[in-house]
């Protein structure tokens, strides 16, 4: 164990070390994004304009790009199940809730360059008919140090996490006291005592999977080489399973250990919510290349009676020890037989590290992007000592007077008074101003401002500010979507990391989602229905009989919500096709309703208010349109039955 924990101090302290430039550029950022940051040399400035802020600010996206699912196989029982996994994603965005996730990881990443997304499996969210459940959450990007030389995470053998504790909780989670640790110097700059840093080593094991390897200073917290992979404590010493809330064992041991669990045994058959077979409870039982497995068993030996024509069984006799016969009994065999075992189900285990990078502009051989603020960098910090040079003009500005040196001012009744002995001394007293020109200041700051809204591809449009150069409605869309064209490689990285996201969770589904679990869900047509995410259904046999997870998956973003100004277009362009007819007759019910589903799958506000009213009028119109057609086709029978009536004979 000291010998492992050697090994992989020496790694963290090898990949901090890489990383220690691009952590303090990080913190640099930040800080110009506060506008604490102060020059390197030369006296200290004031950050009166902070159009850094400003201009990150006016990029904030709260739009959070939904996913996608499409199989890799597109067969109609895959695009079903691709539907329920978009259900399930899409469901649990909104319990998480999301958008203060967002709202800071937009903040986090344009100042700073890059973000950090931790996807969990919390086993503490417990509902009625539930246990655990997906949860999320950021890291600072400064807390996380990836392997030295690689800058893809997947391509990473292993990454680090160093977070604060305190004590107490440490040695409530894993039993191992650390009074005697302190934090990390380089990570706190205060040393409170009842907190420590705990470090995480996340890798990838031998087999694909992933491990886990924690400390706090030279004491060892977890070491697991299938942290992904399910698990149980059990006793150290007899081998039975931890009961919740002990931590005693029944033979009298305190000591716990891992033990990971390859399958589940089923007990009973595993039915979907139409009441399908799924699984069966037991199965015949094969080796993994599909071949029926034997044992030898004991069975009577029977042959047919062809008085009867009937199988019966056969008897031997039994003698004694002078060969008399005593009686007889049943004559048996023993032969090889297939037979039946419980269904054994492997679990599922991630392959994928549990985080997601988001970058904000990519830059070649670098785990994070280049930040917003450290491209107008230079632009901030002149404009920082322009503006502090400005204050200094402005404190310094005044009239002075000039006066003889023996003349007198004195007050008299609240009135200034000077007191002068003749004419001249009189011509002699001056008003002098000392009020310095701030023009140029002004404008120069002006124009760095400019220079950096330039450099960020953002506009007085995008801003919401008034733009004179926009003459008409179609040069402001025209504005708007050059603006979305200079921020394309930042909702691309979004995407990705997005997409990044929804695939862990659906990993974590596929591996801990016991209960199946109902989610509404609306349809391509707008219509909602629910739908029951259950992994039981993903389960498949190859060619052998083994059962294995169907995760072949495409899972991406939806890209008509992956920003504000792509979402107000398409709802403009929605609007305009709607005017033109291309929903049908814009007086027809039935087009204005998919009107409505359409901008309601975009959220638009109160459009469920107007699905619902539209649906109610769409309805009484086929009502009424069915007793039309009711009536014209009675109509004729009267008719005919009116004219046998006058025909009759009198």
């Given at each position: 164990m ?16 890489e990383f ?6 990080m913190?640099?950022?930040q ?22 802020k ?5 990029a904030i996206?709260?739009?959070?790009p ?15 199940l ?5 259900a ?9 809730n ?11 990443t ?12 919390n086993t ?17 990007p ?20 160093d ?17 005697a ?9 205060e040393q ?12 990838k ?20 080489e299938?942290?992904q992979q ?15 809330g ?50 030898q068993?004991?069975i ?6 062809p008085?009867?024509?009937?199988m ?25 037989t ?16 549990p985080?997601?990078?988001r ?6 051989d ?5 930040s ?8 901030q910090?002149?404009?920082?000592k ?16 000039a006066?003889?040196k023996?003349?007198?001012f ?9 007191n002068?002995?003749s ?10 101003d000392?009020?310095?020109?701030t023009t ?11 220079w ?20 008409s ?12 064209a ?12 997005y997409?990044?996201?929804?695939r862990?969770?659906f ?25 029951t ?13 083994n059962w ?12 008509a919500g ?26 027809d019910p ?12 975009m ?8 699905v619902?009213?539209?649906q ?6 086929k ?5 039309q ?5 009675m ?16």
């Amino acid at each position: 164990m000291n010998q492992k924990l050697s090994i992989w101090q020496e790694r963290y302290d090898r990949a901090k070390n890489e990383f220690e430039e691009v952590r303090v550029q990080m913190e640099k950022n930040q800080k110009q994004y506060e506008g604490t940051l102060q020059p390197e040399r030369g006296k200290e400035t004031v950050t009166i304009y902070n159009f850094t802020k400003e201009l990150i600010e006016s990029a904030i996206d709260p739009a959070i790009p939904y996913p996608k699912v499409e199989p890799q196989v597109k067969t109609e029982e895959n695009i079903q199940l691709a539907r329920k996994i978009e259900a399930m994603l899409v469901n649990e965005i909104k319990r998480i809730n999301l958008d203060p996730f967002n709202d800071l990881d937009e903040r986090i990443t344009k100042a700073m360059g890059g973000d950090v997304a931790l996807i969990e499996w919390n086993t503490r969210i417990k509902t009625h008919n539930s246990v655990g459940d997906i949860d999320l959450r950021l890291i600072k990007p400064t807390r996380f140090i990836p392997q030295d030389g690689i800058f893809d995470v997947e391509r990473m053998d292993y990454y680090f996490l160093d977070f604060e504790d305190t004590k107490q909780n440490i040695q409530r989670i894993y039993g191992v006291d650390v009074d005697a640790e302190t934090v990390d110097p380089d990570r706190v700059s205060e040393q409170p005592d009842d907190v420590v840093t705990q470090k995480w080593a996340i890798y990838k094991n031998e087999e694909g999977g992933i491990g886990a390897f924690s400390w706090v200073g030279d004491k060892v917290l977890i070491d697991d080489e299938k942290f992904q992979q399910r698990s149980k404590k059990v006793c150290a010493k007899c081998g039975m399973q931890k009961p919740a809330g002990e931590s005693k064992c029944a033979c009298g041991s305190k000591t716990w250990k891992t033990q990971h669990l390859d399958y589940e045994e089923l007990t009973e058959d595993i039915m979907n919510g139409a009441g399908e077979l799924l699984v069966p409870a037991t199965t015949v039982a094969k080796d993994e290349f599909g071949n029926l497995k034997y044992r030898q068993e004991e069975i009577p030996v029977e042959e047919m009676n062809p008085l009867t024509g009937q199988m019966e069984q056969q008897y031997e006799q039994i003698f004694d020890e002078q060969m008399n016969v005593i009686g007889d009994r049943p004559m048996t065999e023993i032969v090889e037989t297939a037979y039946e075992e419980p269904t054994r189900i492997p679990y599922y285990i991630p392959r994928h590290y549990p985080i997601a990078i988001r970058k904000n502009v990519s830059e070649a051989d670098m785990v994070f992007g280049e930040s917003d603020a450290e491209m107008i960098f230079e632009m901030q910090d002149k404009a920082n000592k322009l503006a502090t040079r400005l204050v200094e003009k402005a404190f310094n500005s005044s009239q002075i007077l000039a006066k003889p040196k023996m003349s007198d001012f004195t007050f008299e009744n609240g009135l200034q008074v000077i007191n002068i002995g003749s004419p001249d001394e009189l011509a002699q007293i001056k008003s002098i101003d000392l009020r310095f020109d701030t023009t140029q200041e002004i404008a120069l700051i002006n124009q760095l401002y400019f220079w950096a809204k330039s450099l960020l591809g953002i506009n007085d449009s995008s801003q919401g500010k008034q733009d004179t150069t926009a003459t008409s409605g179609r040069a402001k869309e025209a504005q708007i979507s050059r603006a979305q064209a200079r921020q394309a490689s930042k909702v691309v990285m979004k995407e990705s990391f997005y997409r990044q996201i929804y695939r862990c969770m659906f990993e974590f589904a596929l591996a801990y989602m016991d209960e199946p679990r109902n989610y509404p869900f609306r349809t391509e047509t707008g219509d909602e229905e629910d739908v029951t995410f259950n992994r039981y259904e993903f389960l498949e046999r190859d060619e052998y009989g083994n059962w294995h997870y169907n995760d072949l998956f495409l899972i991406g973003t939806d890209a008509a919500g992956s920003s504000a100004e792509n979402r107000q277009y398409n709802l403009e362009l929605m609007l305009a096709d709607f005017q033109a007819g291309l929903y049908g007759n814009p007086q027809d019910p039935e087009a204005v309703l998919t009107f409505w589903k359409d901008r309601e799958s975009m959220n638009y506000p109160n459009a469920k208010r107007q699905v619902t009213r539209w649906q109610q009028k769409v309805e009484e119109v086929k009502q009424i349109q069915q007793m039309q057609m009711t009536q014209q086709m009675m109509l004729p029978d009267m008719i005919g039955g009116e004219e046998d009536e006058v025909q009759m004979p009198m």
